[in-house]
């Protein structure tokens, strides 16, 4: 019988933790910890998810600081307002929402990130800290699907792991990230250019696909009793559906479920534990802010 690993359940456990341990805090006369967002331009999909940011730390005790600008921003006031996250001790960590609009340089934008407030392990000194197997903040997708696996009670240690996509947001961490010492898979990357794509795929005790197409991985990617991590989401338009759409993600769910011993829903898998993870690295940098203010 297959498993459903719930992400939504392992993600409100997460975060049911992380609201005891802000209660306590601030019992204790300590200020709660506060998450910024910078966001550019209109884009519904990343409007959305600064929304939920906002909602998901109002729901554990976090303050939530959201610095919006309209597309035509200029790129000056964007690394302005990095550099005054970058010294303001009551910001504990910020994320800044893709996509930015194209008269701003993600290089430059990355340049001025403090790395010790780098809650998507875009600077490069958290992405080698990353590689090295170094302290750092993962990004929070990649780390939402370790905390699956882990809270999931999926077995990664010697292992065979398909990632499927070489994305620096998720593909790329993430197979280093199942590389390091704590999780001891042997890890393959695939991607829109690999050969023999199902073959290699079938290969995987573990396929976890980050490859950004709707239900394009079905039964014959999927070896007998794997388990499948399914990373995408995506809204696809379907009349039959009260909003006119149905949520899918990169897996052809209905068809390769049977199949598995384990598999993540889509909507209510992954998703789910970005968010959470999210959390984890702001609390995680509030504490290294609060140990700091304290020497």
Known sequence: MTTIIDGKAIADTIKTEIATEVKNLLDKGQRAPHLAVIIAGEDGAA?????????????????????????????????????????????????????????????????????????????????????????????????????????????????????????????????????????????????????????????????????????????EYVKENATVIDVGIHRIPDETQPKGYKVCGDVKFNEVAPRCEAITPVPGGVGSMTMACLLLNTMKSYKAQLAGSDR
Do not use: W
């Open 47 to 219: 409007l959305s998810y600064v929304n939920s940011i906002e909602k998901q730390c109002k729901g554990v005790g976090y303050m939530a600081s959201v610095y919006k600008f309209p597309a035509e921003v200029k790129e000056h006031d964007i690394l302005a307002t990095i550099d005054f996250l970058n010294t303001d001790s009551e910001i504990d960590g910020y994320i800044i929402q893709m996509p930015l609009p194209k008269q701003v340089s993600m290089d430059k934008v990355v340049a001025h990130v403090d790395p010790k407030k780098d809650m998507d392990c875009f600077h490069p000194v958290n992405m080698g800290n990353l590689l090295l197997g170094n302290d750092c903040f993962p990004p929070a997708t990649p780390y939402g699907v370790m905390e699956l696996l882990r809270r999931g009670n999926v077995e990664t240690a010697g292992k065979n792991c398909v990632v499927l996509g070489r994305s620096n947001i998720v593909g790329k961490p993430l197979a280093m990230m199942l590389l390091q010492k704590n999780a001891n898979a042997t890890v393959t990357v695939c991607h829109s250019r690999t050969k023999n794509l199902p073959q290699m795929c079938r290969r995987a005790d573990i396929l976890i696909v980050a490859i950004g197409q709707p239900e394009m991985i079905t039964a």
